[in-house]
């Protein structure tokens, strides 16, 4: 993916505290739009109270949500993990149910939360979300469960090798299987290459990234209008495409290498990605010549130079992003040099960048020099041409 990725990590690195909200401070705001004496709403309200008191204690499941969701999808409300906090306060964004509006069954309401801060020395209003979450009425009580599952319930299914497709009814089409079986060779290809059993992976078809979000829960979140491509691999092997299109090799990369090697460094996780699957809507080879020319043309510009953020915004025409090229190369450079065990090793590595690379030659003094020498080779893909 491209920017998306990156807009998501800004958009989580605004959390710059991680306390924990206190019962006061986490005061739930009901609009007038709820009915408060309906007794499910009440219910509800009751609950939700309780789930927003507690939802940011990772160290256990929380009680009020559904616990078969942890096993298919991670922590399955991550989004709205810690996000009252931002840069003015750790508590700064206050929650406001906004509606419990009916589902598809009698038992279920969406419930639509929406996250404010108030600045009170400028007296303006800053809306961080406004997301939907789904409860689940039974003898028990209330459960919450995530929009996601709930909003693709119905979308067709299909599944191809390891991947199980997922199609937006938006798209108005059925499975492309020319993608769909470029993507299974090719996923053969990688698995065989780690020497690894393919991994299961849902694979959401979305026609752009609003829609991405959409079925995240999002009715807004301020990175959703801003790119026309994208997509994520979210917790649980769960990719969201929102390029209308079902290959997105660069994000099914990212799943096999959070199994295999889950301390990787970022740059050489993005690199890889980028080196099997391209970035965007382009392959790898595209890219490179990008790269290349770009070279050509800057003689000043240095590798060495953009080593600190995996996702800084670095782009050469608002489509190859440096940092992921510069992550690929050098493992392009380690496949040539040293082969794929050397690559693995470097992937192990928990040291910083360049204690890595140490290994595999690379200094902050040589880093620029060696990687503008190896795109002057022909690109070896690791396993297969692809243009
Ligand atoms: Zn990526």
């Not at 408060?36 to 939802?55: A, M, Q, S, W, Y």
């Not at 769909?180 to 290459?193: H, N, V, Y």
Request: net charge neutral; aromatic share 14%.
């Amino acid at each position: 993916m491209k920017q998306l990725f990156l807009l998501i990590l800004i958009f989580f690195s605004l959390n710059g505290f991680s306390q924990n909200p206190t019962k006061e401070n986490a005061f739930l705001t009901i609009s007038p739009m709820v009915k408060k004496d309906d007794p499910i709403n009440k219910e509800i309200i009751d609950t939700l109270i309780r789930f927003l008191l507690t939802k940011n204690k990772t160290n256990e499941y929380n009680k009020y949500w559904l616990q078969s969701e942890y096993k298919t999808n991670g922590i399955p409300y991550y989004d709205i993990y810690n996000i009252e906090a931002s840069k003015y306060g750790p508590d700064f964004y206050k929650p406001t149910l906004m509606e419990i509006t009916p589902a598809d069954n009698d038992n279920e309401k969406i419930v639509k939360i929406a996250y404010v801060g108030h600045k009170d020395d400028t007296k303006e209003n800053i809306v961080r979300t406004i997301y939907n979450i789904v409860a689940n009425k039974d003898s028990s009580g209330i459960t919450f469960s995530m929009y996601l599952n709930y909003i693709t319930k119905n979308w067709k299914e299909t599944k191809i090798g390891s991947v199980t497709y997922k199609i937006s009814p938006l798209a108005c089409r059925t499975l492309n299987m020319t993608e769909a079986l470029k993507q299974k060779r090719e996923i053969a290809e990688l698995s065989d290459f780690f020497g690894c059993k393919e991994i299961p992976v849902n694979y959401y078809s979305c026609i752009n990234p609003i829609e991405v979000f959409q079925i995240k829960g999002f009715d807004y979140n301020p990175l959703m209008y801003v790119d026309k491509s994208g997509g994520l691999n979210e917790p649980g092997d769960n990719i969201i495409s929102g390029n209308n299109s079902d290959y997105y090799m660069h994000e099914v990369v990212h799943s096999y290498i959070a199994h295999l090697y889950p301390s990787i460094n970022s740059f050489l996780n993005e690199g890889f990605a980028m080196l099997i699957g391209g970035s965007g809507h382009f392959g790898y080879e595209w890219h490179r010549n990008k790269m290349k020319k770009y070279l050509e043309a800057n003689p000043n510009f240095s590798f060495a130079d953009h080593t600190t953020n995996t996702w800084e915004p670095l782009f050469i025409d608002k489509e190859t992003q440096i940092t992921y090229m510069l992550g690929a190369l050098v493992c392009e450079r380690t496949l040539r040099l040293y082969g794929k065990t050397k690559l693995f090793e470097i992937f192990k590595s928990k040291s910083d960048l360049f204690d890595t690379l140490k290994e595999v030659g690379l200094t902050k003094e040589n880093l620029n020099e060696e990687l503008r020498k190896e795109i002057k080779f022909p690109s070896t893909p690791p396993f297969h041409k692809r243009g």
